[in-house]
T-cell receptor, first 114, second 113 residues
């Protein structure tokens, strides 16, 4: 079985500062990894995903995440955050290939302050 | 594309009443998922359909919950009778194929008094 641990439930940060949201997973098989973002009163939106290939994946709005197999991590980073990045961020994992359940972490609430 | 559509967006009901939540997946997607989100338990998969057929319903809490997908463009999640502990946000998601990226609807916020 797979599991996901998001190490921080809340991350406060000032605008234009860098941020890292941590995600660790456990699995005995190879996995796909995802970051979803949930803005207030909205559904989840896919931010980025790792399926295979380059271990560094990027989103269109400046976020990036690096798959580290040895540390079983998939931390999300952004070098300079905006007020509009305030949201809840969910890391998710699923065994690679075919259909399998997406297992979500508990979420990290990112609060960007002016 | 309009994305995944859910209705109603908010529902307040009394304990014991029947609640029906509705979902229209993205056109052309053949996989549909129902999730529940609570503070205590986070995001949980309730049921997954592929080509209108329920494939994995291991997350459905109990017999009070049922889900149907009569055609490729419509699904319902029904709770009968509802209980206060069912209060949550219920999300529907769809994907092109099993294992592909899931696209979420805006959710239905359910409050059972």
């Amino acid at each position: 079985a797979q599991s996901v641990t998001q190490l921080d439930s809340q991350v406060p940060v000032f605008e234009e500062a860098p941020v890292e949201l941590r995600c660790n997973y456990s699995s005995s098989v190879s996995v796909y990894l995802f970051w979803y973002v949930q803005y207030p009163n909205q559904g989840l939106q896919l931010l980025l995903k790792y399926l295979s290939g380059s271990t560094l994946v990027e989103s269109i709005n400046g976020f990036e995440a690096e798959f580290n197999k040895s540390q079983t991590s998939f931390h999300l980073r952004k070098p300079s955050v905006h007020i509009s990045d305030t949201a809840e961020y969910f890391c998710a994992v699923t065994p690679s290939g075919g259909y399998n359940k997406l297992i979500f972490g508990a979420g990290t609430r990112l609060a960007v302050h002016p | 594309d309009a994305g995944v559509i859910q209705s109603p967006r908010h529902e307040v009901t009394e304990m014991g009443q029947e609640v029906t939540l509705r979902c229209k997946p993205i056109s052309g997607h053949n996989s549909l998922f129902w999730y529940r989100q609570t503070m205590m338990r986070g995001l949980e998969l309730l049921i997954y359909f592929n080509n209108n057929v329920p494939i994995d319903d291991s997350g459905m809490p109990e017999d009070r919950f049922s889900a149907k997908m009569p055609n490729a463009s419509f699904s319902t999640l029904k709770i009968q009778p509802s209980e206060p502990r069912d209060s949550a946000v219920y999300f529907c998601a769809s994907s092109l194929d099993p294992g592909e990226t899931q696209y979420f609807g805006p959710g239905t916020r359910l409050l059972v008094l």
